[in-house]
């Protein structure tokens, strides 16, 4: 049974930075695309940025280029966001999700965490 669990979210003011964390049971995280994804309130889940390890991949959203990290830790089997620069418009449910094959797309993405509350104060 695959089960993702995200950490690390929290509050912030804009320029600030947090580190979100995913931690996977029964799968391998650098073995297929896992992405983070997130969704504000009253709008659709978007995503953020994906990393797919063994084709060499790693794609962000043009909102958060420069300002975001995805990584793994193949070691810790762990998955990780590391968010600089925040803004307000960060502001959302931060889903850890992987797919069980190298497509990214949101629709691709059969395991799905929780979440992980951030919130970024002007």
């Known amino acids: 049974q695959v089960q993702l669990l995200e950490s690390g979210g929290g509050s912030v003011q804009a320029g600030g930075s947090l580190r979100l964390s995913c931690a996977a049971s029964?799968?391998?995280?650098?073995?297929?695309?896992m992405g983070w994804f997130r969704q504000a309130p009253g709008k659709e889940r978007e995503r953020v940025a994906d990393?797919?390890?063994?084709?060499?991949?790693?794609d962000y959203a043009d909102s958060v280029k420069g300002r975001f990290t995805i990584s793994q830790d193949n070691a810790k089997n762990t998955m990780t966001l590391q968010m600089n620069s925040l803004k307000p418009e960060d502001t959302a449910m931060y889903y850890c999700?992987?797919?069980?094959?190298?497509?990214?797309?949101?629709?691709?993405?059969?395991?799905w965490g929780k979440g992980t509350l951030v919130t970024i104060s002007q």
């Open positions: 990393i797919a390890t063994p084709f060499g991949r790693a």
């Open positions: 029964g799968y391998t995280v650098s073995s297929n695309c």
């Open positions: 999700a992987a797919s069980p094959n190298w497509r990214c797309d949101i629709n691709d993405m059969v395991y």
